[in-house]
């Protein structure tokens, strides 16, 4: 076993098998203890079981042990209901969150070893292209939240995306016209008491919610609508964020202006470089230097000390933020690294020409005004490549999920049939019954069933195929999908999480999130 994600996998796979009522397994101390049925299994076919996964495993010593899964004797020994009451509580979740600001790998590595560690954290996977992390955890002895502070903690922040708690929703609201705690206080209550809410948490300080519901007895137009019917404006959350985050623009932006400050600046001070150090060798020749207002400082000097200024300033000021994160938190990163090599570099030369010039020196030093604008030019043009780089991986991802339409004509009948009001509203605010009117050459909003209309559609996102798929009343429609030639009007059958594309685009993620074994022991 090298990971947590070895003992999630030993513990479910053995933990399922008919007749075994607990599975625990170490990694630290590279043990196991299963308590099953003697009748249905022998500690051999056990060991032979986690030999099938990959893992070498070997039974050790076996012990006869009360357990008695199916009554509540209040009799049974205690060691019998402590095993039957911990196994009833434990109970395995998994919840995606984003984290952002993860510069290599080494973050990566950072946050799985603390959150690994963490009480009740089965395993967790960290995918630095997507800015996301997958946690397995026991919801009996941590939760999604907890977690997710657990990460903030470390200097990254991060945000929960989808938890699969009981199978449950979530949704991202922003709220305005919130002005104090007895606001988020009333909001909180009054969506609380609708049928179907879970839970509901409001922040004053974002002007946001998160909502968790049964998609079956309420959706999130619902939700939204309560909410406003407090008189406040509410709105979902805009999912362009997440394509935003996937192609890492602000990422790409903020490096690429810091190593065009940086090559702004470090041409010329290679310029320096060359004619005064290496041409007329000034450094090592005092009677060559040119002298600047006093003695001590030379015009080589003064020219390195303004260039190198801005650059340490402005260029590396992204370094500066991260830098000083890691270290808040107990750590050490590249950026720290890099912070230390400018900052003593400059510092330094700042100080022994501040002393040449009090003291009267009849030369002026050696300086290192030369390394700010050096080493944030090529580390500085190292993470716009890496973000740019990124971005490029998560192409096929992010035109996937441009396939899905932002909008629905969301169409409302009378008794007799007839359509009485159209509207647009939000894809994410589409609900199961809802019937969506689809016009020639749009997406197709959510996946359903045709009620009215005929009509062709493009499904090669799904089939492959560019011939059109003839479309008409009981058909099956895919969201996403390109109505071609006619008007249809379809009935929502899956929508959110729930729909086709949707649940593509989170296999995408799950495959290129996850790890491979590297490794058996």
């Not at 991260?322 to 750590?331: C, D, F, N, T, V």
């Not at 993470?383 to 169409?411: C, D, F, H, N, P």
């Not at 689809?438 to 499904?459: C, Q």
Request: charged fraction near 20%; aromatic fraction near 8%; glycine fraction near 6%.
């Amino acid at each position: 076993m090298t990971c947590h994600s070895c003992v999630a996998i030993i513990e479910e796979n053995i933990g399922k098998r008919p007749g075994v009522y607990h599975v625990q397994v170490s990694l630290a101390e590279k043990k196991g203890w299963v308590i099953y049925d003697p009748q249905k299994w022998t500690s051999e076919q056990l060991a032979e079981m986690i030999d099938d996964m990959g893992f070498d495993a070997t039974s050790v010593s076996t012990k006869d042990t009360i357990f008695e899964p199916d009554k509540d004797d209040e009799t049974s020994s205690s060691a019998s209901t402590n095993i039957a009451d911990s196994d009833e509580k434990r109970q395995l979740k998994k919840c995606a969150l984003s984290v952002e600001k993860m510069a290599s790998a080494t973050c990566a590595a950072s946050i799985e070893k603390s959150i690994s560690e963490l009480k009740g954290v089965q395993s967790i996977n960290v995918a630095v292209m997507f800015s996301k992390a997958d946690v397995v955890y026991d919801s009996a002895l941590i939760s999604a939240d907890e977690i997710r502070d657990s990460i903030r903690d470390l200097g990254y922040p991060s945000q929960i995306l989808d938890d699969t708690e009981n199978g449950y929703s979530k949704i991202d609201l922003l709220i305005s016209g919130m002005t104090c705690a007895s606001c988020v206080s009333r909001i909180e209550n009054h969506v609380s008491t609708l049928r179907g809410v879970v839970s509901c948490s409001v922040a004053l300080t974002t002007s946001s919610a998160i909502v968790e519901f049964s998609p079956e007895m309420v959706g999130p137009r619902d939700i939204i609508e309560w909410i406003q019917s407090l008189g406040f404006s509410t709105e979902l959350a805009s999912r362009e964020n997440r394509l935003k985050k996937l192609g890492h623009a602000e990422e790409i932006s903020k490096w690429r202006t810091s190593f065009l400050i940086s090559l702004f600046f470090g041409i010329p001070t290679l310029g320096v470089m060359i004619y005064f150090h290496w041409i007329v060798q000034a450094p090592m020749h005092p009677e060559k230097q040119v002298h600047i207002f006093t003695r001590g400082l030379s015009l080589d000097n003064l020219i390195l000390f303004v260039l190198a200024t801005p650059v340490q300033i402005f260029g590396g000021r992204y370094f500066y933020v991260r830098s000083w994160k890691a270290i808040r938190h107990g750590s050490a990163n590249m950026d720290v690294l890099i912070v230390l090599a400018t900052s003593i570099a400059y510092i330094y030369s700042v100080v022994i020409i501040l002393v040449a010039i009090i003291l009267h020196w009849s030369y002026s030093p050696m300086t290192f005004f030369d390394v700010p604008p050096m080493l944030m030019v090529f580390i500085s043009l190292g993470r716009w490549m890496e973000y740019k780089a990124k971005g490029q991986t998560s192409e096929a991802l992010t035109k996937l999920m441009s396939l899905q339409a932002k909008v629905a004509l969301l169409i409302t009948k009378d008794k007799e049939g007839n359509i009485i009001s159209e509207r647009r509203i939000e894809i994410e605010l589409v609900q199961r019954g809802d019937l969506i009117k689809v016009l020639p050459g749009e997406n197709i909003a959510v996946d359903g069933v045709v009620v009215e209309g005929s009509s062709s559609a493009n499904e090669s996102f799904i089939t492959g195929e560019n011939m059109p798929v003839v479309k008409i009343p009981g058909n099956h429609v895919i969201g996403g999908s390109v109505n071609q030639t006619g008007l249809l009007i379809i009935e929502a059958t899956r929508v959110g999480q729930d729909s086709t594309l949707s649940q593509i685009v989170r296999l995408v993620e799950e495959a290129q999130t996850s790890k491979v074994v590297e490794s058996f022991i």
